[in-house]
T-cell receptor, first 114, second 113 residues
Framework: LAKTTQPISMDSYEGQEVNITCSHN???????ITWYQQFPSQGPRFIIQ???TKVTNEVASLFIPADRKSSTLSLPRVSLSDTAVYYC???????????????FGKGTKLSVKP | SQTIHQWPATLVQPVGSPLSLECTVE??????LYWYRQAAGRGLQLLFY??????ISSEVPQNLSASRPQDRQFILSSKKLLLSDSGFYLC????????????FGPGTRLTVL
């Protein structure tokens, strides 16, 4: 599975847009990019997933350039409740016996201030 | 809808004691099942995954073991706990094909003293 690199922490203020970038230089052709959110003492929660270009859902947008060596999670108008750790993962959805075998790094700790 | 349960929510155990954590999934069949551990201030570490009853794959060598006696039941065990086994244990399930989204349980906070 492709290794990912994210900033350890980020600070923001309520109402701002937050962009978290993840590097995955050795991403493979079959790999998808997935982002999770984790609050303290809870399990991670799926946010968004994409393969290329742009994906948008009700909570976030995911921007993936043509070379797919990086991706950016965009959170519009964050609130205090968006304070959490955000994980970027890259993996092949259909890889054999370990399909769905995701490797979580340390993630990015986002702190939203009033 | 699918739900995933873990118990107990918190556990304090002495070094050398046995461990049994249980995870069950409802509302889906033949899921992939996963055990993760998160030590304080660190990312999630995949411990075991299972693609079917009796099929267990281990990702890291350790004194822990896992079993899947039923399709939607996943158990994490240890015969003798170590101090380093302390952490937040999460069970997750995922589908066999399609999106790699995993759904996580509420977790078990284990403290080994």
């Amino acid at each position: 599975l492709a290794k990912t690199t994210q900033p350890i922490s980020m600070d923001s203020y309520e109402g701002q847009e937050v962009n978290i970038t993840c590097s995955h230089n050795n991403i493979a052709t079959n790999d998808y990019i997935t982002w999770y959110q984790q609050f303290p003492s809870q399990g991670p929660r799926f946010i968004i997933q994409g393969y290329k270009t742009k994906v948008t859902n009700e909570v976030a947008s995911l921007f993936i350039p043509a070379d797919r060596k990086s991706s950016t999670l965009s959170l519009p108008r964050v609130s205090l409740s968006d304070t959490a750790v955000y994980y970027c993962l890259v993996g092949d959805l259909n890889y054999g016996g370990s399909q769905g075998n995701l490797i979580f790094g340390k993630g990015t700790k986002l702190s939203v201030k009033p | 809808s699918q739900t995933i349960h873990q118990w107990p929510a918190t556990l304090v155990q002495p070094v050398g004691s046995p461990l049994s954590l249980e995870c069950t999934v409802e509302g889906t069949s033949n899921p992939n099942l996963y055990w993760y551990r998160q030590a304080a201030g660190r990312g999630l570490q995949l411990l075991f995954y299972s693609v079917g009853i009796g099929q267990i794959s281990s990702e890291v060598p350790q004194n822990l073991s896992a079993s899947r006696p039923q399709d939607r039941q996943f158990i994490l065990s240890s015969k003798k706990l170590l101090l380093s086994d302390s952490g937040f244990y999460l069970c997750a399930w995922g589908r066999l094909a399609g999106r790699s989204e995993q759904f996580f349980g509420p977790g078990t906070r284990l403290t080994v003293l």
